[in-house]
């Protein structure tokens, strides 16, 4: 009996030690904080595990939804493995009350009025100024509320940022700041989410409107100068019912291309990532696409 209880609790602890190590990666985090505007924020900070202060490293920040926070995102995205497999730091901060101030005028970082893209620049600052970053090589992508506040910051902070991703976050329609320059943008998106519509309009339980993605992808292509856009369809991973396309400008000035991966019958999830959240609230997951894996090799294509 001593023996069949050993191995139980022996099988237990290795799952749940290779369990973690399938978001937690090789290297090591370790949290900090940021004093900004009187706030004291929280940040979190992976070097992967060949990690070499002699050398310099692109950095990639994750940005979680609403009612999410950095470490939530970290375990959600499984990000840290493939920042161990391409030597890329990655940096999860806390939203203020769990949410971004994204520019849709909603949320309490938008009541209280808080500089996110203010707070973003100065976690920029602080990450390369005590990591070994190469500057030109400073990424960022979010879901949901986070890939709002991505889009946000393609607009406002593309002088420091070399390319931007987005899952599940669209832009608000009501925001009419213009691009002054080329931006590289990774949109995915699924075409059943109920909370973000694909198409755009109201986005669920907040009283604020958003674009449609497939809108979004010509903006940010017909602001970049691109043409010959391509449709892709790619093979079937799963039989679920979900498929997935790849639409891609790939003619552009300044090589700042745009991608759309449409995965059709998806929901608010984030692809081959870790969600929590009852299908019957977010829609289907899909593993049709590593999200992850794809926003890390779109971004290292690029740098300022």
Known sequence: MFRVKFLILFLGLFLFVNCNKEFKGEGKVKRYTLKFDGEKRVFRVYTPDNYDESKSYPMVMALHGRLGNGRQMMKSSKFNPIADQKDVIMVYPNGYKKSWNDGRGEGPAYDDNIDDVGFINALINRVTGDFSVDGSKVYVCGMSNGGFMSMRLAHELNNKIAAFGTVTG?????????????????????????????????????????????????????????NNQLIEELPEKENDGIRAEKWTYETCDNNASCILFKIIGAGHTWPSGDDSLNENTVGKESSEINAS?????????HSL
């Open 293 to 301: 894996e794809e926003l890390v090799n779109f971004f290292l294509q």
């Open 170 to 226: 669209s832009l608000g329609s009501n925001y009419n700041y213009n691009l002054s320059k080329e931006v590289p943008v990774m949109l995915i998106a699924g075409t059943e989410d109920p909370l973000v519509p694909y198409t755009g309009g109201e986005v669920a339980d907040s009283d604020t409107y958003s674009r449609g993605f497939e809108e979004l992808f010509h903006y940010f292509g017909n602001n970049n100068g691109c």
